[in-house]
């Protein structure tokens, strides 16, 4: 099983629309949880850290679910400009190197 | 507004060439690391460097040497590079803060190994 697994999409939905995906952990010690944006050929830039309570900004809210051991994204009134891949980060807290990024989910706006 | 540059932004090898990737960054990081990316794969952590004149391996460090010639450079040497190698790669870094730790990443070296 893969630390960190992500549904690779592409999910494919219309201006406007609202998405979610799911991303899980296997690594119950994992501490700090974060998206990544990563647009074709480009680096990933963050786009939000996922904090325990949950969080939002603007369109974008994330969440964290412990007992699951899961984090959610989830896009409302989706813009064109959101078409990227999105990559679930997971960090144990006690090691500067235990960053796991997922493989990945692929958002595709379509008009 | 740098931030984290890297070069070359391509690059194409034969088998057994050399070649050593550079990457700087300017916003007093302590940390930083190296990636690579292949398809369906995600990021995979070669090595990393958790302060000046101090590397690690990562998950995938065969093939691979760093140098971290000061706080603002970490190098990644290919002796001979294998096809295996082809990947784009990314170099990183981040603030020594244990809990945020996020990375900002160069643009990238798109490299193919013949």
């Known amino acids: 099983r893969k630390e960190v697994e992500q549904d690779p999409g592409p999910f494919n939905v219309p201006e406007g629309a609202t998405v979610a995906f799911n991303c899980t952990y296997s690594n119950s010690a994992s501490q700090s949880f974060f998206w990544y944006r990563q647009d074709c050929r480009k680096e990933p830039k963050l786009l939000m850290s996922?904090?325990?309570s949950g969080n939002e900004d603007g369109r974008f809210t994330a969440q964290l679910n412990r007992a699951s051991q899961y984090i959610s994204l989830l896009i409302r009134d989706s813009k064109l400009s959101d078409s990227a891949t999105y990559l679930c980060v997971v960090k144990e807290y006690s090691s500067a190197s235990k960053i796991i990024f997922g493989s990945g989910t692929r958002l595709s706006i379509r008009p | 507004n740098a931030g984290v540059t890297q070069t070359p932004k391509f690059q194409v090898l034969k088998t057994g060439q050399s070649m050593t990737l550079q990457c700087a960054q300017d916003?007093?990081?302590?940390?930083m690391y190296w990636y690579r990316q292949d398809p369906g794969m995600g990021l995979r952590l070669i090595y990393y460097?958790?302060?000046?004149?101090?590397?690690d391996k990562g998950e995938v460090p065969n093939g691979y040497n760093v140098s971290r010639l000061n706080k603002r450079e970490f190098s990644l040497r290919l002796e001979s590079a294998a096809p295996s190698q082809t990947s784009v790669y990314f170099c990183?870094?981040?603030?020594?803060?244990?809990?945020?730790?996020?990375?900002?990443f160069g643009a990238g070296t798109r490299l193919s190994v013949l």
């Open positions: 460097s958790a302060s000046e004149g101090t590397t």
């Open positions: 996922v904090y325990s």
């Open positions: 916003m007093n990081h302590n940390s």
């Open positions: 990183a870094s981040s603030d020594r803060d244990r809990v945020s730790n996020i990375q900002y």
